[in-house]
Every structure is written in structure tokens, then in C-alpha cells.
């Protein structure tokens, strides 16, 4: 046959991606499989039996990150490289991550039926631990794997009831012995779900980000005065939440006037004494800014933080702000961003260029290697829930680029 | 001597307050006396044994109410009645409540002092449970005395730890036998702390409020759409926590604008997913509204609720209200309250009438019986924290404007 004409199996792909969805399933729809959770552990196993049924050479690092290798004619060329992550969100949904890792183990399956042979080994990777919501930060596995964080400090990292990363990682029995420690890669390839409304708006079926915007985290704590609220007149109050809530707006309101360029969101707020008849002295809450143009992120936030001090000022509430976190925008490999796109013209699938608004372990991967990433739509651009989802056509459109990136960086010489 | 010229020891009563701060003391400098704990039954044995000392009648009710009682030449007459609470807030005051049940007691030892006869019995009263902080709701010893709320109802209110109110009040041994009801009451009289700061922003001493302003509570939820932040672009989110920040504004303009003759606050605050990279799905928070006038009350929250369903429409953010509370301004007898006025006049201690901005046992007896109260300055009008504090001469002035309201009433035959 001739290659062009080799398209992945979509059924398949369907019911590997059901079958991990019974893994963690919720009663809502979505999936709960945290990181090193005994969830995590089961999706672990059914990928490493997959793994094991094509004969990949199966390696674990000391990160728990998980490889699976087909060898090409010439192994000493650097492999191609493909994957995602298996954990979730708490409460999250059914594609986030194991898309990437089932779409790439859907390409190989149909590489393995179709004895294709390839000059460059391909390794199909889960990382560990990419979204951190039971140890924090996010994306840990790639991270250590690409010389960012240290190993001894991840294992040390504890979740909510005390546990340590590394002692779960031992428990659930996938604590390699391979070195956490990257080697050189000819070319990575990340299928993820797009996580936002842009492709499902425009009716595309295929975005090629041409990296990941910057993220500002801030922390922003807010100083009033506590009393009680019926004795004390409006006039001359010092209310916490009300300077709190009109900081929150000026955070919205200076994101939504750059036109698409910027998004900023307070998620998250804490309110003291939280009491129904005190007036609030304590008021801390966190700041979220992404853009591409890490100048317009400095700009934008250079302006929330003035009109802050104004309204501080005005409300006789001072404040203090943490830098919480800082990472600048991480442009893909501009050749592999345009193989992309140029494969899903080839193959009849409406397309764009795009930014990923989200951090994935494509970010870590690009410092170290050639990377490129694969969207497909979101409905309702709805992620981080229970009810995301994506078409299974789409989910099948996906893997058929990722099935076609691959084989032509395999097949370079 | 002239019975005009008695005062009140000042010295006295600030060591029975001293005595009284050290139950239940906090670091800080505050108190934390929650009701029926074992600082409250501690506080409650010491005034006790002061009411014994002065040889009164002590009655405790099934509500724990502690009365003594001082005969009158006439004891088939209704007797005067003072007194407030010994509980505190969490971290509270050495002020709040326990001034008046100080107050009433220096001032029966100072008529027991001078062998005063008095037409009427006087009797000293400490109220269970004003604070409501550890069983919701507030006020419920006077509040079931005076026949608004059921006693065996108060009995199974829990706290936090799911204990109930009925068993503490058994363990702390202050369960008493008397039925937990009112009887004819000629003059009731409640020295408080202002809990404001209004007496002392004009310089006065002593504050008679004609009453207790109507109190509003409502509980507003704010549904949006969860979404990862980055992928999410501004247009088109339905963001809970904007919503309702536009609302608390909303809230804080509208009773900012009645220029004093209103206080309107959001308090309390609960943000859902409260993730610091999810845009909010779900904020649920309360509203506060007070005022002497209850028709600009109803106004001022039909203005906030169009305010409301405006933002909601804006927003994409569908609410619901839920109507939690609902009081009438409380009038006070006209002809005590000026003799509070008076008094202090007399006394030579600047004074002035206003209202009350906070709940008291007041509220419940002026149902029942002729009341009045009478307000010191808080400094920097602080209270419900544990900087509170009122300076020894205002106290001082504070009981010999109760002394001399007692014994007027007293002598009435």
C-alpha cells in the first residue's frame, strides 16, 4: 500500500479511550485518576500490557515516566517521540491527557498491523504527574526528565494528607530504575484535546499551536479593618472585600480590552472572617495572566497593579503582592508546527494555526527537542470537567496527523 | 445623703471587669467565653458568688438565664430588671455583653452598699447565648424568655462538633428548674458598648438609642462555567466570581449613596471551584442590609436586585436568592429612653440619641416590657475583635447613668 493512504484504526482508538475512561470513572461522566492514585496505577497497567502486546521494549525511569520503543532500521538515530500523560484532574474529564497517549498508541498499533518499517526508532511516552493537583507544581515528570526540577525535590513533594511523591511512586510499583535524564530526540509530537472554544467556533477540526503562551501567577493579599456591620456607618470603612472585588473587575476588565491578546482570571479568593455580620479585614486572592506577547503580559499587569494601588488607596485597604510564579512564552519547532498543518490539509481536515493557553509537557519537551502539538476541538470548549468531551471523528481526525507527523519525521534519515 | 449624689465605685467595677477578662482570655488581649463552654460556666460561677455575697434571690431558668434578685418595699409590684450577657464572640472582646452584666452588678452594690430601699425589686440578669457564635441563631435565652422561640427547639441546636445546646447546658450545671418565661417586668434596662464609632467622633460619653434598626439578611448563588483559564478566551466566559464582584459594588453603592441612614455589607464569600487556573462556576455569598427605616430597606434591596439580575443577564450568570432573615426596627419606650438622655444630662456627661445598629437581648425584652439602653464609645469602634476597648472612665460614667436610670424606676410606685 502505499503510506499515504494508511489512516489509523478510529474504532480502536474509541475503545481503548473507553476502556480508560472505566478507570476512575465518575458518577457525573468524567474522570477521576490521580496522579499515583491506585487509578493511576490501573491506567498504568492496561497501557504497559498494551505496550507489551506490540513488543515495544518497555522502560520506566525513576520518575515513573513511561516508555514504549519500536526500533527503526537505524537505531543509533534519535527516535521520534510521541505521548501525553495518563492522570487527571480531580473530577475531570475523559480526553484531557490520555488522548495523547491512546492516539499515540493507535498510531503505533497501526505502524505494528502494517509492518511499516521506519529509519528512526519511535517511543511512545506517558509523563507523570502533568497536572499537579494532587502534588504540586504541574507537569513534574517531563520536568525532571528535561533537567528542570531535581528528583529528590519532587519525591519530597506531599499531597494533601501528608503523602510523599516519592513514596507513592514506590507503592504503586512504578519507580524505575532508568534515569530521569532526557536524550536527544529527533522530534516530539504532543495530541492533546484543545481545552478552549477557538476550533469548535470557527469549525475546525485541527489547530497547530505554535507554542504556549506565558504565565504570570500572582498572589494578592488585601488588609481591611474588622467590625461589627450594623454599627459601623458606610463612611469610613475599610472593607477587604469590597476593595477585593472592584480589584477582581479591574483584572477583567484590562485582560477583555486587549482583544483576544491577553486572558487574566482571578480563580481562586479567600475572604476573613468570612462572617455574615463582620465587615472582612482579610482578603487574599490569586491572579492568572497568559498571553503570547510576554510584553503585554508585563504591560497589562504593570496596569492592574497601579489601579490596585489606587483602589488600596481609596478604600484604605493596603496590599501586599507575591510573585508566585513566572514562565515566559515557549515557542514549538517551526518546521514540525508547519508539518502540521500541512498534514491535516493533505489529509482534508479544516485547520488553523493557533497559541496553547495551557502549560503541557510539549512546553518542558520544546526546550530539549523539535516539538510541535495537535489539537483537536473541545465541545463547548468545555476542559478541566466532567463533561468534556470531544467527537470520537475529531478524536480520529487527530491521530491521523499524529499517525503522518510521525511517519515522516521517522522516516528522515 | 442625698440619693442624687450616690455614684457608682468605678474602681470596683473595673476589677470585677478585669476578673471577669481573665476567664477565657486570649492571647491577644481578647476573651473567647462561647456559650456553655466551660470559660462561660466558670464566668457564670464567679457572678454567682458575687450575687450571693450581696445575699439576692438567685433564680436560673431552663434556659440557663441567671437571675438575683433584690426585694423592693413593695415586692407585688414589677420589679426593674438589668443586665446583658456574659458569652463572647470567637476571639471577641473584654467588652461586648459582660460591661452590662458588670455595670448592673456595681450597681446593686452600690445601692446594697448605701442600704438603699427601693419601691420595687431590682433584679441583675444575665441572658444565655446572645452571641449566637457557637448555636445560631443569636439572642436565645431572652428570646425564648420573652415567647419567640421554643425551648426545646433552642435544646437541639448542635455547635460545629454536633453537641447540643440542651446536653452543654446540663454539663456546665446551669440548667436550671424555673420555666424559661416572662414575667411582668416595670422597667428594663441593657448598658452596652455602642459597638460604633459615632459617640466617639463627636465626643460624647453616653448614647441612648431609641431602638434597633430592621435587619435584612439574604443568600445570593452565582452560576457560571468552569473552564481551564488559559484556552478560555475573555469574550464569551460566564465568570461567577466577576458576577458577583460587580454585585458586591452594587451593594456597597447603593447603601454608600442613603448617606448613614443605611449600612449595607457582603460578609461572607464561597468560591467554587476556587482554583487559581479554573474560571469560577459557583459563588455563593450574603448580604447584610440595616436601617432604622425599614421601607428604604426594602427599597435599597429592590434596587440591589435589579442591580443583580443586570449583571447576571451581562454575565451569562443565572442567580438565586434566598431570603434568610428578616427583622422590623425595634422601637424602644420613648419615655425611658429620654430619661437615659436625661440622666446622663444631669450626671453632666455629653450624650446624644441615635439607634442601634446591632442586635441585643434588648431587642426581645422591649416586646415584653418598657426598655431602654444605654451606650458607651468604642474606642476606634472596634468590637467583636479582641482589641476592643472602652476607657474606665466611660465605663464609669456608663453605670452611674444605669445607677441612676435603676433607682428612678425603682422609686416609681
Known sequence: MDIKNLRINGRRLQDAMEEMARIGKTPAGGVQR?????????????????????????????????????????????????????????????????????????????????????????????????????????????????????????YSRTDIHGKRFGEELERIGYRGRLPAKKWPVHAYYEYHIEQGPVLEREGKVIGAPKGIVCIHWYDVYVKGTANQVGPTPMEGRNDALCASAEMILKVNETATKTDGNLVATVGEIHNSPNSRNIIPDKVHFTVDIRSWDDELVIRAWDEMRKGFDAIAEQRGCPIRIEETWKVKHTPFDEKLVKRVLETAQQLGYPNRPMVSGAGHDAGYLSMVAPTAMIFVPSIGGRSHVEVENTSWEDCEAGANVLLHCILQSALEK
Chains 1, 2 share one sequence.
Open 34 to 154: 490521580l496522579t499515583l492514585s491506585d487509578e493511576d496505577r490501573q491506567a498504568r497497567d492496561l497501557f504497559v500490557k498494551w505496550l507489551r502486546e506490540m513488543d515495544l521494549a518497555i522502560m520506566i525511569d525513576e520518575m515513573g515516566n513511561i516508555f514504549g520503543k519500536r526500533p527503526g532500521k537505524n537505531n543509533d538515530l534519535s527516535p521520534v517521540m510521541a505521548g501525553s500523560h495518563i492522570d487527571s484532574q480531580p473530577k475531570g474529564g475523559r480526553f484531557d491527557g490520555i488522548l495523547g497517549v491512546m492516539g499515540a498508541l493507535e498510531v503505533l498499533r497501526t505502524i505494528h498491523d502494517n509492518t511499516i518499517e521506519t529509519e528512526r526508532p519511535i517511543i511512545i511516552v506517558d509523563w507523570t504527574n502533568e497536572e499537579g493537583s494532587r502534588f504540586a507544581p504541574a507537569v513534574l515528570g517531563s520536568g525532571v526528565w528535561t533537567g528542570t526540577w531535581e528528583k529528590d525535590w519532587v
